[in-house]
T-cell receptor, first 115, second 110 residues
Framework: KAGVTQTPRYLIKTRGQQVTLSCSPI?????VSWYQQTPGQGLQFLFE???????NKGNFPGRFSGRQFSNSRSEMNVSTLELGDSALYLC??????????????FGPGTRLLVL | DAKTTQPPSMDCAEGRAANLPCNHS???????VYWYRQIHSQGPQYIIH???NNETNEMASLIITEDRKSSTLILPHATLRDTAVYYC???????????FGKGTTLSVSS
């Protein structure tokens, strides 16, 4: 079974621009979570989508948004990019996202550099 | 905040067992212990998880103390490819977010 895929793998943007990142979960998985990893803050939870609905949200400004499609693929968008948004953005999928022993599987990430 | 405490770094000789400790003294009855590892700039890789019993899979063993306040991840025969940051995470059944701490950087040398 194919793993979680993320596109693009690398991205360079300038301040003020917006960016859209894509994630395809493992086949059959309906929950997709997004995380941001920076050297200073480590790995932090952004939000989780299940059945096209945002079910959980971390402590990030409204510039960070996402959506999920009927095939469970997900996108996240960052508007008005700031230098501090430079990070590795990780997507993780799981069957239903919660429940006994539910496991999240991560993709390789998208590395975003904001200049 | 992360509910676990791990040593920042550990060293291990290739071929020897690597034993990575984790303290989770505030763990509650319905919370699982998960272990992930992250090799430089890659996505975290799931290793193993458990509730109260010891668990073993093809990658590692997880030993959870009887009071569940601590656990140990064991890599039985460490190789150079096991050099990574290892994260111990406590997660309840209802939660979806994984709360990562700083993890333990394991360095395996020949």
């Amino acid at each position: 079974k194919a793993g979680v895929t993320q596109t693009p793998r690398y991205l360079i943007k300038t301040r003020g621009q917006q960016v859209t990142l894509s994630c395809s979960p493992i086949s059959g998985h309906r929950s997709v979570s997004w995380y941001q990893q920076t050297p200073g803050q480590g790995l932090q939870f952004l939000f989780e989508y299940f059945s096209e609905t945002q079910r959980n949200k971390g402590n990030f400004p409204g510039r960070f948004s996402g959506r999920q499609f009927s095939n469970s693929r997900s996108e996240m968008n960052v508007s008005t990019l700031e230098l501090g948004d430079s990070a590795l953005y990780l997507c993780a999928s799981s069957s239903v996202g919660r429940g006994a022993g539910e496991t999240q599987y991560f993709g390789p990430g998208t590395r975003l550099l904001v200049l | 905040d992360a509910k676990t405490t791990q040593p920042p770094s550990m060293d291990c000789a290739e071929g020897r067992a690597a034993n990575l400790p984790c303290n989770h003294s505030t763990i509650s009855g319905n919370e699982y212990v998960y272990w992930y590892r992250q090799i430089h700039s890659q996505g975290p890789q799931y290793i193993i998880h458990g509730l109260k019993n010891n668990e073993t899979n093809e990658m590692a063993s997880l030993i959870i103390t009887e009071d569940r306040k601590s656990s140990t991840l064991i890599l039985p025969h460490a190789t150079l490819r096991d050099t990574a940051v290892y994260y111990c995470i406590v997660r309840d059944q209802a939660g979806t977010a994984l709360i990562f701490g700083k993890g333990t950087t394991l360095s395996v040398s020949s």
